[in-house]
């Protein structure tokens, strides 16, 4: 098993659709939870991070995590084609280790 | 910008040159980090220097050998590479690599290398 879980995609969706972008990871002891935005050819940019079980917002995005569950997930709202990027999902486990999924790629279209 | 920076942003080498990748942190942090990102696979964490000193070397083959003289300056090494070592080399810089949450890892643009 992965220790960060991301389909790879490509996700599309419909300028101005809700994108949602999923996570799963195997560490029960991991504690914090970052987003990535990559855009094709550029290093990662952070636009994310939620410690707490629950929902988090910011802006047009809203990250939500259930430790239960072992999940973290990211929603765009209003989604513009200038969000198509690939989203990484990285966790710090218990070791402190900052562990990447190897992302899903957004593709917003007009 | 991220504060961070990275130089050469380019470079293609033979497996027999010898090369050093820079990274350059304007953030005042205090741990830094090599990552290794290939075409469809997770971000591969290579080293971790905290405080200059290395916390972490994840498995790396020594043709790849880490530097850092300050917490502001990060060197990669590389000498006698294979083509599969053909990749993205990002830089990262965060606070220090306390057991803390809040502890958010800042990327450079990277090195795009090609082994020829």
């Known amino acids: 098993q992965k220790e960060v879980e991301q389909n790879s995609g490509p996700l599309s969706v419909p300028e101005g659709a809700i994108a949602s972008l999923n996570c799963t990871y195997s560490?029960?002891?991991?504690?914090?939870f970052f987003w990535y935005r990559q855009y094709s050819g550029k290093s990662p940019e952070l636009i994310m991070f939620i410690y707490s079980n629950g929902d988090k917002e910011d802006g047009r995005f809203t990250a939500q995590l259930n430790k239960a569950s072992q999940y973290v997930s990211l929603l765009i709202r209003d989604s513009q084609p200038s969000d198509s990027a690939t989203y990484l999902c990285a966790v710090r486990g218990s070791y402190n280790k900052l562990i990447f999924g190897a992302g899903t790629r957004l593709a917003v279209h007009p | 910008e991220t504060g961070v920076t990275q130089t050469p942003r380019h470079l293609v080498m033979g497996m027999t040159n010898k090369k050093s990748l820079k990274c350059e942190q304007h953030l005042g942090h205090n741990a830094m980090y090599w990552y290794k990102q290939s075409a469809k696979k997770p971000l591969e964490l290579m080293f971790v220097y905290n405080f200059k000193e290395q916390t972490e070397n994840n498995s790396v083959p020594s043709r790849f050998s880490p530097e850092c003289p300050n917490s502001s300056h990060l060197f990669l090494h590389l000498h006698t590479l294979q083509p599969e070592d053909s990749a993205l080399y990002l830089c990262?810089?965060?606070?220090?690599?306390?057991?803390?949450?809040?502890?958010?890892?800042?990327f450079g643009p990277g090195t795009r290398l090609t082994v020829l």
């Open positions: 990262a810089s965060s606070q220090d690599q306390a057991r803390t949450q809040y502890n958010e890892q800042f």
């Open positions: 560490d029960r002891g991991s504690q914090s």
